[in-house]
């Protein structure tokens, strides 16, 4: 049964910087798409990052080049580190696994079929 774990989201100040960590279980990571969604009250899940197989990335317009998202195959964990953030970065942040095979990661939800539970990201300004 495939499993993903978020920690390290937390209450910080504009500015101010987190990382995110999305640990992997039941599933061949190493050839995984991940991807992190946010989610603020009221609004639609959006995408923010995703890292395919081969370390190809894509990000959000609003997050490129404040947030980089990375992968360590052999504790099968993606990372999320946000820096610079905006209290419009406020949101439940969720990892999501795409197991198909991608050359460039998705940045639809409907494409990643497993979910963890979200991690709790506010910023105060």
């Known amino acids: 049964q495939v499993r993903l774990v978020e920690s390290g989201g937390g209450l910080v100040h504009a500015g101010g910087s987190l990382r995110l960590s999305c640990a992997v279980s039941?599933?061949?990571?190493?050839?995984?798409?991940v991807g992190w969604f946010r989610q603020a009250p009221g609004k639609e899940r959006e995408f923010v990052a995703a890292?395919?197989?081969?370390?190809?990335?894509a990000y959000a317009d609003s997050v490129e080049g404040r947030f980089t998202i990375s992968r360590d195959n052999a504790k099968n964990t993606v990372y999320l580190q946000m820096n610079s953030l905006k209290p419009e970065d406020t949101a439940v942040y969720y990892c999501?696994?795409?197991?198909?095979?991608?050359?460039?990661?998705?940045?639809?939800?409907?494409?990643?079929?497993?979910w963890g539970q979200g991690t709790q990201v506010t910023i105060s300004s």
């Open positions: 039941g599933h061949t990571f190493s050839s995984d798409t």
């Open positions: 890292i395919v197989w081969n370390f190809n990335t």
């Open positions: 999501a696994v795409d197991p198909r095979w991608r050359a460039v990661p998705g940045t639809t939800k409907e494409w990643y079929d497993y």
